[in-house]
């Protein structure tokens, strides 16, 4: 079975995870302090500096304490994307905020400047003020226009948080996603280009917003005149040192790994375009700083359930790439708290139910796509 994407853990990689195994050391500390040192530096550049990080137990728990750190509360609206994992949508009901879910462009699969500006007049249209929050999503890697998303959130004083749970090496305009808006997420799951196992990662460049953060994650402990103080009651969100020596190494081959990944998602490009099938198909859109976590396409006239069961006797495991969030059920049942009728998501509407993601990771070959794409084929030709 070719794997949708498999963790790329080497031998030398296992040896140093068991040698801080052995150290007894194994809950967040001096392992954990050199990977988030790294991961700053990594997310930096010299125009800006490097931000203030906080590595924690999985991206959700890096949403959950980036609203909280922002005071993100009751009744405060939040945008967030409609095409996204639920974690996006689900860390804003656990601060009891209120998501409205916006649209994505296709091919992007990202909210653009246009869509972010009619969201907040349709918001302050029906409700008088505008959402405390943006939460916008860099789909699969794919960088979201962040220099003219935070010019329109300035205007309207909108907090700008990144998930860039599946983007971490994406780049906007030369500058890392993560670190652009006022906080930062990421995720270092197993189906993300560099796993820790579980893991996250918040970052921002406001150094009292890290300290909440360190803070909540962490009991909501801080040292305090030579001992530790409970100063507001906070989480159990830490990352251990054991996962933090397989992240350091990860990191040392990330940009080489996302380099071969915008080389396969080229490739896949032009294997398409070229294939019989191709007008079945609508692509992703290449654009610089993209750093494919996934490759998914859409197939308007197919179902991509029936897709994948297809592809799966073939010998290829393929799945739907992320949710479109109004067939969730929990928003699908209330889809009036949730949806906006003058901004109503249309776009990523029609994708739900026709989303393919293919195999992609650094290890495949380019034999590998031809043999997925070639399947495609098959599969659409034989009309499943
Ligand atoms: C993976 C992912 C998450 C959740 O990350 P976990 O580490 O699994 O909690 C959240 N948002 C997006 C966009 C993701 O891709």
Known sequence: MLKISRPNISEQDIREVVRVIESGDLVQGQVCAQFEADLSRYLGDVERGDPHVALVSSGTAALHLALLALSVQRDDYVLVPNFTFPATINAIHLVGALPIVVDVCPRRYVITPDIFTQAVNSIIEVHGRPPRALLLVHEFGCPVDMVSILKIADRHGIYVIEDAACALGAADHGYKVGAIGHIGCFSFHPRKTLTTGEGGLVSTMNADLIERVRKLRNHGMALEGGGIEFKEPGFNYRMTNFQA????????????????????ANKYCELISSSPCAELISLPEIIDGHSWQTFMVVVPTRRSSDLIVSLKTMGIECNIGAQVLTSIQYVRNNEDHYVLKSADPVQSRMMQGHTLALPLCEQYSDDDLKRVVEALEFVLASGT
């Open 245 to 264: 020596a397989l992240g350091l190494r990860q990191l040392a081959s990330l940009d080489s790994w996302i380099e071969r990944r915008r080389y396969l």
